[in-house]
């Protein structure tokens, strides 16, 4: 089996578990799968889940796509004009509850095979958790998990990928990041400090991190009470996260740029979210206090 089928097959799998967690943990909300080929080359498995107990909306896509690479990218990504290959599982999960948090992660891989038969690969990829409401408690937990996971493999991973988590998931005209951050990875190929092997040991570890850490938030925050006002919260940082999805993510102009599926790009949208001119909470209220923390820069661990 050559390389990339053995790592298109393994995030088959990372999919197919990372859903059965998920439907367990909800208890009531059930993955519908679409499965679908791109005209280019490829295809993927889009699985979403609507109105459970604990998740209102959510995806969970795998996708593997090849082909001619399109000189736009070929530019933008400066590779050689050539074939490509394109794999990875990409996740995010909107709950109903405005005291469990939004949660994002996408691992890939990316290869391309120039003209004269030179071949670019690499890895990438990110975890990062968006709370509605930030809790501390939560924020810690979350990176501590992400940094046994880094340290398994180089102990400047965590360190050098949660800056960069940091400067990748900002809203810059809002001068905010989306969260409290994660990790952030791209271009992991080998070099003389890993192989290649250890690159892909390293972001199979992460996608293995996804589904305790979620499952973990679900079954501690879904049961806590809240209000009117909470929602109403809840549908304005939603209107973030649109924002950001929409304006600065560079996954979802790479897909739209290589006619990739607009339903399962588009995925990771709220069903719900909603926008307030000039809204200024209250100071020293829970949502002025979550304001003040989604700043670069906050050493949760």
Sequence with gaps: MKKSEEIIHWFKGLQDRICNALEEADGKGKFKEDNWERDGGGGGRTRVIAEGKVIEKGGVNFSAVHGAMPQKISQALKVPVGQFLAT?????????????????????????????????????????????????????????????????????????????????????????????????????????????DERWAFVQAVGNTFAPVYTHFMQKNKGLPYTEENKNWQMLRRGRYVEFNLVWDKGTKFGLDTNGRTESILMSLPPMANWAYNHIPQPSSPEAITLSKLKKGIDWV
């Excluded at 990875?88 to 948090?101: A, D």
């Excluded at 400067?167 to 990875?185: A, N, P, S």
Aim: charged share 20%.
């Design 88 to 196: 990875g599982v990409s996740i995010v999960l909107h709950p109903y509850n405005p005291m469990v948090p939004i949660i994002h992660m996408n691992v890939r891989y990316f290869e391309v095979t120039g003209e004269n038969g030179e071949q670019t690969h690499w890895f990438g990829g990110g975890i990062d958790l968006t709370p509605h409401y930030i809790v501390d408690e939560d924020a810690q937990y979350f990176h501590q998990q992400l940094k046994v996971a880094c340290d398994k493999h180089d102990a400047t991973y965590y360190p050098k990928f949660k800056t960069w988590a940091d400067d990748y998931f900002y809203l810059k005209h809002r001068q905010e990041t989306r969260g409290v951050g994660g990790i952030f990875f791209d271009r992991l190929s080998a070099d003389n400090d890993h192989t290649f």
